[in-house]
């Protein structure tokens, strides 16, 4: 058995180092500004989360959260679109904003954001803490000395694990590891992820990213010579993810600047959109997107971002952007040079970001990737329009297997895509769309409009048409499917405040898909429905009911039929969730969740999912407790239930449940010193009737799973 808990504890060793140096447990008056931020924080994770069935990175939403949090911005200033970006404006809201300024002047008063339409109670509540009033300004100049002063640095430090062990840590000896490489992790079931970022009031930000997976390789040492001779350049000691950024912004001409990684989000996702975006959420407004243009990555996320430069110039109206991307990124190798080991043909990319197997790690970094492109827009108050066009090259031809529905994905190693898009506002509505072209002819459009036709309502609708030949590897736009091609649809919705307290917010999305789709061996159509009611029963208290159905078609799977026929099948999910507190400390949150799914002539399977969240944040203490106790029981996968969990701070947690068992999470903050906050998260799932967990090398013996997390942060 190699040393893995020299490495396990490593980390978790250095971690309590820094704790134990100078440090005293002080009281301290909790920040009620930013609790009511973090809460706002984590229901909307929920929300956008609620239609992905997946973990996956926030940390770009919640850094830039936080960063507004700490660095208001300008209600008076172009920068208030930053608020777009975090999804605590709605666009239509946004603009609202714009046209109460440019008629009555600056707004000098949080007061006054009550007289602008659009803007509701809790809007200005959850807005105005991001908020600062001043008069517009030209940016000042960025001098070192006030960098130096003002600038502000953050260290953060996290370990966690599974405590049971997997299949792919138990011991094995060297000839067996030789045999059959591939029947064991190469590292250790500890994650690691350490942090450090600067932030110069949002102009200048800078920083570096460091993460190990649960199972990748810490110490290169620790693998055997024979594996390091096959694993070559692929097997390194140290962290197995890196990231480092440098932005600035404002910068006389210069408008964005970016360094090392970062994202790109242009018109509505169809021609550029990297980082943090989403197919289709709960948030009816979601539809109409405003792209940021260059942005800093803070994420690690392995896959969605870029590595090189990128510039956003500005000379009234006109914006031009310039970008540069070079990375190696894993594919699965087809055809390899026996000389040079030169990587020729691929079958497919591989954006799991896990390398703990000998198998995964010669997939790491295994060819190139380039990009480069530019963006020309034009921009007055009520309207841009913008050109983009980038072409992507890859060091080796990338060659799947053709099935039936993949016969229209992009295949070789150069891809060049452009894209034009536009937003209109006039006084209650907004136009937007974009139209997007691939190399090869294939061709992807979006066109809709918001309204609002008075105060308290809010409409909009938007009509997809992507052909089933259009290939792009950075888009991201609206859509039913997992990529924007092979898809039309119309999407309706409604928003709008019911007399007596209430708000409803629906919406309908009609789609087709004309051609196959994996697991789905003929075209199809489906229709999505969604309708919220939510009322603030008092001060203390709010609750809402969500019915949500989901009718799509599917190949039947039936293993006595020669030909798979596609059937439809439904999916109904009831929600009934409330929050309401207990005096000033205590915050308690209930929910029942039941999930109905139907395929024709199946039996019915039935998920549902009830909890009780506990929350103690108490004015005078210098700690907060997060507790969660949930049943839950599912007939099948089918019918599985997703729920978002607080988490440690840019650490984020939505299982899945399946079978039947309960779920159980405690998790403590502690304010150590002024400048340092300690997380610590423990959480175990139990399931009722069963010997095992998971399959494959994750195989858990026992019916039991707990995770443990310690976390880390100092400001500095």
């Not at 007289?115 to 517009?136: A, Q």
């Not at 006030?146 to 260290?155: A, M, P, S, W």
Request: aromatic content about 14%; cysteine-free; glycine content about 6%.
């Amino acid at each position: 058995m190699r040393p893995y808990r020299k490495a396990g504890f490593f980390l978790s060793g250095l971690t309590l180092l820094l704790l134990s140096f100078n440090l005293q447990l002080i009281a301290q008056v909790s920040d009620t500004t930013r609790m009511q931020l973090s809460d706002q924080l984590m229901s909307q994770l929920e929300a956008i989360a609620e239609d992905l069935e997946e973990n996956i990175d926030f940390t770009d939403l919640v850094d830039t959260y936080f960063n507004y949090a700490d660095n208001p911005v300008n209600v008076n200033s172009p920068e208030l679109e930053a608020l777009l970006d975090i999804y605590l404006l709605t666009p239509f809201q946004l603009e609202s904003l714009i046209s109460y300024i440019r008629e009555f002047g600056a707004i000098l008063s949080i007061y006054e954001l009550e007289f602008v339409g659009g803007l509701d109670d809790n809007t200005i509540r959850l807005i105005g803490p991001l908020l600062r009033f001043e008069l517009p300004q030209r940016a000042q100049k960025i001098k070192p000395k006030n960098v130096v002063r003002y600038g502000r640095h953050q260290v953060l430090m996290r370990v966690e694990q599974v405590l049971e062990q997997k299949q792919g840590y138990l011991p094995i000896d060297d000839s067996a590891l030789w045999a059959r490489p591939n029947s064991r992790y190469l590292g250790s079931p500890q994650k690691y992820y350490t942090r450090y970022a600067f932030n110069y009031r949002n102009r200048i930000r800078a920083g570096i990213t460091m993460e190990k997976d649960p199972g990748e390789v810490f110490f290169a040492r620790q693998v055997e010579d024979s594996l390091q001779r096959i694993l070559g350049n692929s097997l390194r000691s140290g962290f197995d993810f890196y990231s480092a950024h440098f932005f600035v912004k404002d910068l006389g001409p210069v408008k964005a600047l970016a360094l090392g990684d970062y994202h790109l989000a242009f018109g509505q996702g169809l021609t550029m959109w990297s980082g943090l975006a989403f197919g289709k959420s709960t948030d009816p407004s979601d539809v109409l997107r405003y792209g940021q243009g260059v942005k800093p990555n803070t994420s690690v996320n392995e896959n969605l971002f870029f590595r090189g430069a990128a510039a956003t110039f500005g000379w009234k109206p006109f914006e031009f952007t310039a970008f540069y991307s070079n990375k190696n990124i894993d594919a699965s190798a087809a055809v390899i040079d026996s000389v040079s080991s030169e990587v020729h043909t691929i079958t497919s990319l591989v954006e799991t970001g896990l390398h703990r197997t000998v198998n995964e790690l010669l997939k790491k970094g295994s060819i190139n990737q380039q990009l480069y492109g530019a963006r020309l827009a034009y921009r007055l108050q009520r309207i841009e329009i913008g050109y983009t066009m980038h072409q992507t090259v890859l060091s080796a031809s990338l060659i799947p297997r053709i099935v039936p529905y993949n016969q229209f994905r992009f295949m070789g190693n150069k891809l060049f895509n452009q894209g034009l898009d536009y937003r209109v506002v006039f006084s209650r509505m907004i136009l937007f769309g974009e139209l997007g072209r691939s190399d090869n002819g294939g061709m992807a459009a979006i066109a809709g409009f918001m309204a609002q036709p008075a105060g308290f309502v809010q409409i909009a609708m938007a009509y997809r048409d992507y052909q089933k030949n259009y290939q792009n590897l950075f888009s991201t736009a609206f859509s039913e499917g997992t990529l924007p091609n092979n898809e039309r649809g119309i999407f309706t919705s409604i928003s709008a405040g019911i007399p007596g307290g209430w708000n409803l917010t629906a919406f309908a999305d009609y789609f087709v898909f004309p051609w196959l789709r994996f697991a789905t061996d003929a075209p199809s159509y489906g229709v999505d429905y969604y309708v919220q009611i939510e009322r603030r029963l008092s001060r203390k208290a709010d609750a809402y009911l969500r019915f949500r159905s989901k009718n799509k078609m599917a190949n039947d799977k039936d293993p006595w039929n020669f030909i798979d026929f596609v059937t439809p099948y439904q999916k109904n999910t009831y929600r009934f969730h409330i929050n309401y507190l207990l005096g000033s400390d205590w915050i308690l949150k209930n929910r029942a969740e039941l999930i109905h799914y139907q395929k024709t002539d199946q039996p019915a399977s039935i998920g549902y999912i009830l909890y009780q969240d506990v929350l103690y944040r108490p004015a005078d203490k210098f700690y907060e407790l997060s507790m969660r106790f949930a049943l839950f029981q599912s007939d099948t996968y089918d019918s599985r239930v997703y729920t978002y969990e607080n988490d440690v701070l840019y650490a984020f947690s939505i299982p899945a449940f399946a079978g039947k068992g309960t779920r159980a999470y405690l998790m403590v903050k502690l304010k150590a010193h002024p400048r340092l906050d300690i997380w610590a998260r423990v959480a175990q799932t139990w399931y009722a009737g069963q010997h095992t967990i998971g399959s494959g090398l994750e195989t858990i013996e026992g019916n039991t799973r707990t995770e443990a997390k310690l976390q880390l942060r100092w400001k500095l």
